[in-house]
C-alpha cells in the first residue's frame, strides 16, 4: 500500500513558476515509474510527464522545455518545476506511482490545483 500527498499548487500569473510535490509513503521500495497527471474543467485526465526509477523521463508537448520531472528516491519525493505557466497549464494535478511487486499497481494522490491567471 503506497499513499501519495501532493502539495505546491496555488494560483500564479501567467509566466510565472510553481514547484509541485508529491511526497511517497508506505510500501515505497516497490515504486517503479512515477508520473504527473493532470485534469482541466471539462477535460479527459492527460499525462504530463513521467521518470523511470532511474531517472529516465519523458514529456506532453505541450509542457516540454517548460516544465521538469525529478524525484528523491531517499526522500520519496516527485516533484515537478513549472516555468513559463500559461492559462493553459491551469488544471487539477496528480501524482500517480506505479507498484510492481508479483503484479502491478497505480496508487493516485488527491490532487492539486493549479490556476495560472492571464
Known amino acids: 500500500q503506497v499513499t501519495l500527498v501532493e502539495s505546491g499548487g496555488g494560483l500564479v500569473q501567467a509566466g510565472g513558476s510553481l514547484r509541485l510535490s508529491c511526497a511517497a509513503y508506505?510500501?515505497?521500495?516497490?515504486?517503479?515509474?512515477m508520473r504527473w497527471y493532470r485534469q482541466a474543467p471539462g477535460k479527459e485526465r492527460e499525462l504530463v510527464a513521467a521518470?523511470?526509477?532511474?531517472?529516465?523521463?519523458n514529456y506532453a508537448a505541450s509542457v516540454k522545455g517548460r516544465f521538469t520531472i525529478s524525484r528523491n528516491n531517499v526522500k520519496n519525493t516527485l516533484y515537478l518545476q513549472m516555468n513559463s505557466l500559461k492559462p493553459e497549464d491551469t488544471a487539477v494535478y496528480y501524482c500517480?506511482?506505479?507498484?510492481?511487486?508479483?503484479?502491478?499497481?497505480?496508487?493516485w494522490g488527491q490532487g492539486t490545483q493549479v490556476t495560472v491567471s492571464s
Open positions: 508506505g510500501d515505497t521500495i516497490n515504486i517503479s515509474t
Open positions: 500517480n506511482a506505479l507498484c510492481v511487486t508479483t503484479t502491478w499497481f497505480h496508487y
Open positions: 521518470i523511470t526509477s532511474s531517472g529516465s523521463t
